[in-house]
Structures are given as structure tokens and as C-alpha cells.
């Protein structure tokens, strides 16, 4: 229910920046380094991480059985799937289990108190 809400109050801000292709999805201050959480960008389920005053965005359904990877555990740069332990690099999203999973990774940027997700990184 609450991840439901979140994603539902980061549709209704959804508003462009100047930045073009960047969507606003959160305030600064609602997401405080070590946090993590659930945004839409284009109607893409995001997480969104702050590790250590940076972020980070990946696609955030593992592409394993769907796990929602802004509930794993981070350790360094690497969030582990909170359903079965496949591991995801946050900075490109490739899998650091050496089983060929990855996953999309987005530009983040910040203007002023607010987070910016952009288009999907090339891989
Ligand atoms: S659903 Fe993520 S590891 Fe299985």
C-alpha cells in the first residue's frame, strides 16, 4: 500500500524540467542519503537511491521474478533484490552476479530541491 502512495503522489508531481527529458520525482529532503524509493518516470517503475549526498537510478522491477529493487539492502553501490539476492550496480545497473541480469539505469539530476530522473542510459 504505502510504495502504491508514493508512486502515486511522484505521477501527480510528474512535471518536466527545464532539462529536457528530465521529470521531477521527488524533493531533496524526502530522500536523505542510505534512503531509497519507488518513483514513475514515463510510466516506468524507478528506484531512486541517495548513497552518500548522490544519486541513482535504476529500473526497479528485477528483471528476475519482479522484485522491487528499492527495498533491497545497499552495500557500497550495489543494491541486493529484496526476494532473491541478485545483486544490481545502482551507477549502470548491471548485475554483479556474473549471471548475465541487468537492469535499465537512468540520468539524475538535482535543481535547487528537487530530483530530476532523465532518459534510460545507452548501455
Ligand atoms: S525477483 Fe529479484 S532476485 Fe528474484
Redesign the pocket.
Known amino acids: 500500500m504505502r510504495a502504491v502512495n508514493l508512486l502515486e503522489r511522484t505521477k501527480e508531481r510528474g512535471r518536466c524540467s527545464m532539462l529536457e527529458g528530465f521529470q521531477s520525482v521527488a524533493l531533496v529532503a524526502e530522500l536523505p542519503p542510505g534512503k531509497s524509493k519507488a518513483v514513475m518516470v514515463n510510466n516506468r517503475e524507478v528506484a531512486l537511491f541517495n548513497i552518500d549526498g548522490k544519486y541513482y537510478a535504476i529500473h526497479n522491477i ?1 528483471p ?4 522491487p529493487l528499492c527495498e533491497g539492502r545497499v552495500k557500497g553501490f550495489v543494491v541486493a ?1 529484496p ?4 545483486a544490481f550496480d545502482v551507477r549502470n545497473g548491471r548485475g554483479t552476479d556474473g549471471g548475465g541480469y541487468c537492469v535499465g539505469s537512468y540520468e539524475v539530476q538535482v535543481e535547487g530541491a528537487e530530483v530530476f530522473v532523465g532518459p534510460r542510459r545507452k548501455a
Do not use: K, Q, S, V
Not at 526476494?83 to 541478485?86: A, P
Open positions: 528485477c528476475h521474478e519482479g522484485g533484490c526476494w532473491h539476492d541478485l
